[in-house]
């Protein structure tokens, strides 16, 4: 039988040129990320992981599972342009699928939690934010909590409007994975969704 509640957990992480110098640390913080949550008995036992890159477009690199079924992640590799908007997109429609299907399955779900990877330099600033508005729409009860990750040089201003829950930008020094644990526990403290 399935454990009764389940967190959704999306790392959203930016692979257009820009990121190109900072691509090798993104694989390596989604690798650790996955490790340290099917390392952690309360995050491995209710979240599941999904895994979107984004450039021009927008793609589910590892569709949701729970972590200890992670072994292995893809690396992403920088391409095009920095498409926000793509991104919110997919995420919002892949968040709708995903929840669906676990309530079918009988799970009570967590609003889920999203974690964006990003230099904060989106090359559609003007449309990027009508995605993110229907993305985090409190009227639709599945809009996630967004945990935004400034990585490189980042625009903090920008890093600071992704996240709507939390914003690490300037020196912090967190590790996704750290993050994504400590974060996952808290929502999933109260034991209801």
């Known amino acids: 039988m399935p454990s009764p509640y389940v967190l959704p957990c999306y790392v959203v992480c930016d692979s257009s040129v820009s990121m190109t ?28 992981i999904c895994v979107i890159g984004f450039s021009y477009s927008a793609t589910v690199v590892l569709p949701l599972r729970r972590p200890r079924e992670i072994t292995e992640v893809g690396g992403l590799t920088p391409a095009g342009a920095t498409n926000f908007g793509a991104a919110f997109t997919l995420l919002r429609d892949t968040i709708e699928r995903d929840t669906a299907a ?74 996704p994975g750290a993050a994504l644990c400590g974060i996952a526990r808290s929502l999933l403290a109260g034991s209801e969704p």
């Open 21 to 48: 110098e900072h691509i090798d640390a993104v694989n390596g913080g989604v690798r650790e990320l996955c490790r340290t949550a099917g390392a952690d008995p309360v995050v491995a036992d209710r979240a599941q």
């Open 102 to 175: 676990l309530a079918a399955q009988e799970y009570r779900v967590h609003r889920p939690a999203v974690f964006f990877l990003s230099d904060g330099q989106p090359t559609d600033p003007v449309t990027w934010p009508a995605a993110h508005a229907a993305l985090t729409d409190p009227s639709w009860p599945a809009h996630p909590n967004m945990i935004a990750f400034a990585v490189g040089d980042a625009d903090p201003a920008t890093i600071g409007r992704v996240g709507t829950f939390r914003s690490f930008v300037g020196r912090e020094a967190v590790s």
